[in-house]
Nanobody, 116 residues
Framework: QVQLVESGGGLVQSGGSLRLSCAAS????????MGWYRQAPGKQRELVAT???????NYADSVKGRFTISGDNAKNTVYLQMNSLKPEDTAVYYC??????????WGQGTQVTVSG
């Protein structure tokens, strides 16, 4: 099994920065897709960014140019660097790891709050 633990959330002012981390532990394959999702009150959970085990990255249009996803295979950890934060970025951020069409894991989530 795989367990994911997110950290790095908090309260920041508009224009500030945060760095989220997602550490994976357990028994898992080397081929994967990692993703950051977020869910604001009253809204559906949405995809923020993804990174594959080969290094390919993708971003939602709303965060392009502001957020950067990266990974450290030696530490089994993926990061989300968030710059120029806006109040609309306020949400619970979740880490996801998918190893196949039927193997997918979720973290517990970390709160990000941006004051305007």
């Amino acid at each position: 099994q795989v367990q994911l633990v997110e950290s790095g959330g908090g309260l920041v002012q508009s224009g500030g920065s945060l760095r989220l981390s997602c550490a994976a532990s357990g028994s898992f394959f080397s081929t994967y897709v990692m993703g950051w999702y977020r869910q604001a009150p009253g809204k559906q959970r949405e995809l923020v960014a993804t990174i594959t085990s080969s290094g390919s990255v993708n971003y939602a249009d709303s965060v392009k140019g502001r957020f950067t996803i990266s990974g450290d295979n030696a530490k089994n950890t993926v990061y989300l660097q968030m710059n120029s934060l806006k109040p609309e970025d306020t949400a619970v951020y979740y880490c996801n790891r998918r190893e196949s069409t039927y193997l997918s894991y979720w973290g517990q989530g970390t709160q990000v709050t941006v004051s305007g």
